[in-house]
C-alpha cells in the first residue's frame, strides 16, 4: 500500500506540472505576440557539448600527443585501454571541464589508484601548450560521441608505425626488457602472431601477448589480490574487480566473491600483485624513439 500511494503522489504531482505549464503557455498565448516565450524545463543540457570548437591544428597536435602518451591506458578511441585506464568519453572530469581546469592538474600530477579505479595514473612532464592540446583533442572527441559514451563516428585511420631503428631498439630489448621476456620463448613469433605493427606496439607496450599461445611458454599471469575484511578474516585469489568501492576476485578454488570497500563489515586492507608493474612504471620512461625502436626491433621477429 505504501508503495502504491508514493507512486499516485508522485503521478499527481506530474500532473499538477503538466497543468501549471499548459495554462501558462496559454496565458502568454493570450496575451499576443509581444509576452516572453514560456521555457521549456524539460530541455537537457550535455557539458561536453556546450564548448565552441577547438582550433583543427591544435586538435591535430592533440591526437598525435594522445597517440604517444595516452593511448594504452585510454585506448584509442578514448573508452579505455589495455592497461585499465577509464573512459574518458563517460568521465565526469572531461564532462565538467571546459578549458582544461579539470584536465590539467591530473596530468601534471597524477593520481593515486583509489582515484584512478585501482590503476594509477603517472604524471606526466608535458608543456602546458601540449596539455592544453591533449584537451582540446579530448572534447573534439568526446563532442562527437554517439550515446552512452559510444566512439567517434569516424573510422580510426591506419598509422605508419615502423618509424624506429631496429638496432637501437634490439639494443633498448637488451637493457631493459630482456631479463623478464626471450625473443625464443614468449616473444617467438610476436610479429606474426600481433598481425600488424599498430596491434604489436599496442601489445608490448601494454604488457600482453597477442595471438594464440606460444608452445612451451608460461601462461600470462594475472593480477592477483589478498583481501584482508574488517572481521580479520583473509581472502586471495585472481582480481576480478577492483574501484572505490568494490573488490572482487576468484579464489584457486573458482569461487567468486565480492566486498564492499566501506561500512563496518567492509575491506581493510586491499593489496595486489601485479605482474605488469614495471610495465607500467616504465610508461613514464619511455620517450618516443624508444617505443618506435622497440616496435621496429620487435616487428623483425617473425
Known amino acids: 500500500m505504501n508503495h502504491s500511494s508514493g507512486w499516485r503522489s508522485v503521478n499527481l504531482g506530474c500532473g499538477i ?15 499576443g505576440a509581444s509576452a516572453s516565450p514560456v521555457p521549456n524545463v524539460f530541455v537537457q543540457t550535455f557539458p561536453s557539448r556546450q564548448r565552441p570548437p577547438g582550433d583543427p591544428a591544435v586538435i591535430a ?14 585506448g584509442s578511441d578514448l573508452r579505455g585501454g589495455d592497461l585499465g585506464g577509464p573512459n574518458l568519453l563517460r568521465s565526469q572530469v572531461v564532462l565538467g571541464d571546459q578549458n582544461g581546469e579539470a584536465i590539467i592538474p591530473i596530468v601534471l600530477k597524477g593520481l593515486p589508484p583509489a582515484q584512478a579505479g585501482g590503476v594509477p595514473m603517472p604524471p606526466f612532464a608535458l608543456a602546458l601548450t601540449d596539455i592544453q592540446a591533449l584537451v582540446e583533442y579530448i572534447h573534439s572527441v568526446a563532442s562527437k560521441k554517439a550515446s552512452q559514451g ?26 631493459h626488457c630482456q ?3 626471450s625473443v625464443t620463448g614468449d616473444l617467438a613469433g610476436i610479429a606474426t602472431r600481433a598481425g600488424s605493427p599498430s596491434a604489436l606496439q599496442d601489445a608490448w607496450v601494454a ?7 606460444v608452445p612451451g611458454a608460461n601462461a600470462q599471469a594475472r593480477p592477483q589480490v589478498k583481501v584482508r575484511l574488517a572481521n580479520g578474516e583473509s581472502v586471495q585469489g585472481t582480481l576480478a574487480h577492483l574501484d572505490d568501492f568494490t573488490v572482487s576476485l576468484t579464489t584457486a578454488q573458482g569461487e567468486y566473491r565480492g566486498f564492499t570497500r566501506s561500512g563496518p563489515e567492509g575491506v581493510h586492507d586491499v593489496q595486489v600483485q601485479d605482474p605488469l608493474h614495471e610495465h607500467r612504471l616504465m ?3 619511455y620517450t618516443d624513439e624508444n617505443m618506435h625502436d622497440v616496435t621496429a626491433y620487435l616487428a623483425t621477429l617473425k
Open 207 to 213: 604488457g600482453r601477448r597477442p595471438g594464440p599461445p
Open 179 to 181: 631479463a623478464c621476456h
Open 283 to 285: 610508461l613514464t620512461q
Open 150 to 175: 559510444g566512439p567517434p563516428p569516424e573510422p580510426e585511420k591506419p598509422l605508419n608505425i615502423l618509424v624506429g631503428n631496429p638496432a637501437r631498439g634490439q639494443a633498448y630489448f637488451a637493457a
Open 17 to 31: 506540472a503538466v497543468l501549471l505549464l499548459a495554462l501558462t503557455a496559454s496565458a502568454a498565448r493570450a496575451q
Open 61 to 74: 597536435r592533440g591526437r598525435a600527443l594522445f597517440g604517444i602518451n595516452c593511448k594504452s591506458c585510454h
